[in-house]
């Protein structure tokens, strides 16, 4: 295969880097600093034009291959720029499930970074088992009455909106009772409380909790019961590496432990450049799929389960190299230790891919 940049991808890179030379060291790549500014970097994004690319153009995207989106992800590792948002599963969500007039009303905020975002799905007893979620949504003439409570939700301290699952039917098998709405943040008997991550993170993520807060209707997605569909779309593109950008961060941070290492690499580190270059090359072979228009279901799972390995043999090497001194590989490895419960446990993706990719039990 020739990944060599075409014309049009050559030029893109270029204004790309320009653009990044210009900005992209007013902006802080971690930490606190970094998640309070993340929706003006995600704005200062879209405004040049590098944010959104593959997606619909009559939303504010720009309908590019997602070549461009790897691109991006490339040039922005190696400015030592901050990631792009991770918006991409949510957009997916509601552009392959939502009725057009919720596309119309949600994705152009949610893309140009004017309306921010979080997730609501995991909660303390239904992580990984998603479908045994207990948040219910009852019927109250033209609205739903939501009570439960999320956990690990990104992004809850300032979002506008929330992608919310909860359940409409108790008599149903479980799978079956579940409804997706978008539901309003900012309204009564909503309260987020921030969560500390163990690499010393408080702005990340949180925690939800809903007592009787109203959606209206209309913000149902799809028809009730639908949920477990938009639940499947969403994690899929979630558990993807080419869309995510890792490969290319994963790599530039083996680059520098090795400069650091000098000529004594520790075999922590030597097995994390083979893993990782294992995760570039396979991320090609998925943008190849991409481009022929091959979707990959439940091979998610394989992508997921692989870049765990990957996340954490870096963060091995990370602790190999820097010991408990610096704070920052120490940061690395500590958020590496997430990577196999954060998007489904490891466990839920080897039955993921026994199932429904090997067939047994069937």
Known sequence: MDFRDSPREADFRARLRTWLAAVAGEFPTAGDDYWARQGEWHRALYGAGFFGLS?????????????????????????????????????????RHGDKDIQRRFLPGMIDGTQRWCQGFSEPDA???????RTTAVRDGDHYVV????????????????????????????HKGISAFVISMHQPGVVQRPLKMINGVTREFGQVSFDGARVPAENLIGAPGDGWRLAMTVVGHEREPSTLGYAARYGKLVRQLLARAGDEVPEDLAWAAVETEMLRLHVRRRLSEQLDGVTHGPDGSLDKLLMTWVDQAVGHAALAVGGTSDPDLLSAYFYSRAQSVMGGTSQIQQNIIASRILGLGV
Request: charged share 20%; proline share 9%; with cysteine.
């Open 55 to 95: 997606w619909p153009r009559e939303f504010g995207g720009q309908d590019l291959p997602p070549v461009f989106d790897v691109i991006l992800d490339e040039e922005l590792a190696i400015a030592g720029a901050p990631p792009r948002p991770s918006l991409g599963y949510l957009v997916q969500g509601l552009g």
């Open 127 to 133: 992580g990984s088992d998603l479908a045994s979620l």
């Open 147 to 174: 009570n439960g409570h999320k956990v690990w939700t990104s992004y809850s301290d300032v979002a506008d909106w929330c992608l919310l699952l909860a359940r409409t039917d108790t008599e149903v098998p479980r």
